[in-house]
């Protein structure tokens, strides 16, 4: 049972978070989304992610006692706090979200993580184990996962959160995990045997890094079965994180031709797929050791965002093989003007903007705006989404330089500022 106090609390939030989602502002920016994700229109959305600690900064303590209200409280406050001091085009649900409670087991038991926290306490920095760095010596540490739901915790969850404030804001269960079923293919196997010693794998053993990868891509295909036959899978086509922190807003998805009563299933999701481990590798070495194997994952979905922190131009020449390619990254490493004239009008260029521009120990406005410039013309006359990731140092002292870096993108978009 939720406290008195705890419920109030709660309700008092919800109330303003409900009043947030449901504005006119909020739907402009709904239409905002739809109309590039759907290839109709340059509407050119962006939005400022936070990637270090000014959520943490700004965002006022939770003020409820028990740990699952905490929970709910903080993050509608954190979604509150992003609306009032970011003037970006970040949607949000007019729903709270209950997410399904999922366990999976690990395909290495024998993996270990080992973090370390940089000069604010955050565990960013990390290494493994490699409990595969011999990898022709291994494979029998490997184990296929294996997948559980707590259906009734997931319930007592979602009726906690009714109770406390379903008449104000629907409260809705949602599964996640479909959008990132593809993900982490490369990554996983890194983890598993190491950067280097995967790289020299591939030219001294290549059949044992094809038996690797073949391994991890069954393990996903069982996850993502196991999800449909369990009926765990809801719309993710909503206002969502479909990929590297972009929004998945579209009309596209769930399919409409889906027969009446039949399950979502992944061909009704977006799903998110990078590769950025395997940024040392030649295009011909990306076609040949990863890309049928995530394309066989990509092939069970509606729409793919592709890619993360990896240069992926040189790769596109393969990638464009995925036929539901829809958004695909351009990192601060890609090369803007050639990846932006191989797409044409067939994806959006979901550009990652340096976000040292952004969040360096100084905020240089003409900077910021010719750094801006240059996607937008080398994007001309394509669907382009702005998206600033990683920025790790960018903190509450910061408010003002977002505020204005908002201000400036806007204007160079043509909507305001």
């Known amino acids: 049972m939720i406290s008195r106090s705890d419920r109030n609390r709660l309700r008092v939030v919800a109330q303003r978070y409900a009043e947030m989602t449901m504005s006119a502002a909020m739907d402009a920016r709904r239409h905002v989304w739809r109309r590039t994700n759907q290839l109709e229109e340059r509407t050119v959305p962006f939005q400022i992610e936070d990637n270090g600690t000014f959520f943490a900064d700004l965002t006022p303590p939770p003020e409820c006692e028990g740990e699952f209200e905490r929970g709910l409280e903080y993050g509608l406050l954190r ?155 809801t719309p993710n086509s909503h206002e969502m994180d479909v990929g590297s922190g972009s929004c998945g807003l579209t009309d596209e998805l769930p399919r409409s031709d889906r027969a009446q009563g039949e399950p979502l299933g992944a061909m009704d999701c977006w799903v998110w797929i990078e590769a950025q481990e395997a940024v040392g590798l030649s295009p011909a070495m990306y076609a040949d050791f990863i890309y049928p194997y995530q394309k066989r994952l990509a092939d069970r979905f509606g729409l793919v965002y592709y890619g993360c922190c990896e240069a992926v131009h040189a790769f596109w020449p393969t990638l464009r093989g995925m036929t539901n390619i829809r958004k695909v990254t351009m990192s601060p490493w890609c090369d803007q003007h050639s990846l932006a004239a191989a797409v044409g009008d067939t994806v959006v260029l979901s550009r990652k903007p340096h976000p040292m521009k952004l969040c360096g120990a100084r905020f ?54």
């Open 79 to 233: 979604a509150l706090t992003n609306h009032e001091l970011i003037d970006d085009d970040r949607v949000f649900p007019p729903f709270c979200g209950i997410n399904w409670v999922i366990d999976r087991t690990s395909i290495c038991p024998e993996l270990g993580v080992r973090r370390a926290p940089d000069a604010t306490g955050r565990d960013l920095g990390y290494e493994t184990n490699t409990p595969l760095a011999d990898l022709a010596n291994s494979f029998h540490k490997l184990r296929p996962t294996e997948c559980s739901v707590d259906r009734a915790e997931t319930q007592r969850r979602a009726e906690m959160a009714q109770d406390a404030f379903g008449d104000i804001l629907p409260v809705r269960i949602v599964g996640h995990d479909v959008t990132f079923a593809g993900t982490g293919l490369v990554g996983r196997a890194v983890h598993l045997v190491g950067m280097d010693d995967l790289y020299i794998a591939m030219v001294d053993q290549p059949e044992t890094v094809h038996r690797l990868l073949e391994f991890i891509t069954q393990d996903a295909e069982r996850f993502i079965d196991w999800l449909e036959a369990e009926r765990l899978i």
């Open 364 to 417: 240089d406005a003409a900077e910021f705006e010719a750094h801006i410039r240059e996607t937008l013309g080398a994007a001309e006359g394509r669907f382009v989404e702005l998206i600033f990731r990683d920025t790790c140092t960018l903190d509450g002292t910061m408010k003002d330089r977002v505020a204005e870096a908002c201000r400036i993108v806007r204007r160079l978009i043509g909507r305001g500022g």
